[in-house]
């Protein structure tokens, strides 16, 4: 059974994320040949202010 664990940003609506969900369900089932109930998606909302890249917060950036 494939799982993802996707960490992003928070602020997507609920609708971009069911259609995220949908798609990359799809094309999992395309590719690995499983049924849509064999895939778990789990998606973290992270808040711009726990998530630094070069050393510096996110929320520190303009």
Do not use: Y
């Not at 690995?32 to 630094?52: F, H, M, P, Q, Y």
């Amino acid at each position: 059974m494939p799982t993802f664990h996707v960490e992003m940003f928070e602020g997507r609506t609920i609708e971009q994320k069911r259609k995220f969900v949908e798609e990359v369900t799809r094309v999992t089932c395309e590719t690995l040949g499983c049924s849509a109930g064999a895939v778990d998606i789990i998606i973290t909302d992270i808040k711009r202010e726990n998530w630094a890249t070069g050393g510096e917060l996110w929320a520190d950036k303009a």
